[in-house]
């Protein structure tokens, strides 16, 4: 089977960084995703790890760590629209390298 | 731009009706999936296709099934609704895996909203 775990809310202010946290449980790995999704909107992608280390684009950055099966998504310079839910996933598991995983999702709010 | 098109946004159904839910893609993509999003469960895998009249079952194939008789459609039915499958449904579409560097990028379709009282 397949699982990853990440926290179920996080709060900010404008303008600070947060660290969104993820964590997987997996047999077969195929990278590190993450997906946004605002409220009533469809998830979009927004960054891939394939190997360890940082990914960086824009405000956004990703890091992956396979030996401690663990990635973070780092959000910089927060904007009020950075307010959705935001989501780890990955290949493997049951449905091998075929289908995403996705964990339960991370609620993030972003306050003036 | 990658384009998703599920055919309902939103849909009331009675208990015990058949419900179909379509998709159509335009990006010529192998793969379609449709997940199911539930508040705190995020999105589970319902059932997915790799190629025409190809199908998988996810993690939560119970009570659905799929039809993909042409690339770029796909359909989820629901044989005969029932409360708990009430939820939003999401479509997506990505190419075939092919390696590492291809990432791991799916394209979403807006959602259908299902209630079935």
């Known amino acids: 089977g397949q699982s990853l775990e990440q926290p179920s809310e996080v709060t900010a202010v404008e303008g600070a960084i947060v660290q969104i946290n993820c964590t997987y449980q997996?047999?077969?790995?195929?990278?590190l995703s993450w997906y946004q999704q605002h409220d009533g909107g469809a998830p979009t992608f927004l960054s891939y790890?394939?190997?360890?280390g940082l990914e960086e684009t824009g405000r956004f950055s990703s890091f992956l760590s396979r030996s401690d099966s663990y990635g973070y998504l780092l959000l910089q310079e927060l904007q009020m629209k950075d307010s959705a839910s935001y989501f780890c996933a990955s290949l493997g598991g049951n449905t091998g390298r075929r289908a995403l995983t996705f964990g339960s999702g991370t609620r993030l709010q972003v306050q003036p | 731009d990658v384009k998703v098109t599920q055919s309902s946004r939103y849909l009331v159904k009675r208990t015990g009706e058949k419900v179909f839910l379509e998709c159509v893609q335009d990006m010529d993509h192998e793969n379609m999936f449709w997940y199911r999003q539930d508040p705190g469960l995020g999105l589970r895998l319902i059932y997915f296709s790799y190629d025409v009249k190809m199908k998988e079952k996810g993690d939560i194939p119970e009570g659905y099934s799929v039809s993909r008789e042409k690339k770029e459609r796909f359909s989820l039915i629901l044989e005969s609704a029932s409360t708990n499958q009430t939820s939003m449904y999401l479509c997506?579409?990505?190419?075939?895996?092919?390696?590492?560097?291809?990432?791991?990028?799916?394209?979403f379709g807006e959602g259908s909203w299902l209630t079935v009282v």
């Open positions: 790890n394939a190997l360890d």
């Open positions: 997996t047999s077969g790995f195929y990278g």
């Open positions: 997506a579409s990505s190419f075939s895996y092919r390696g590492p560097s291809s990432g791991n990028t799916i394209y």
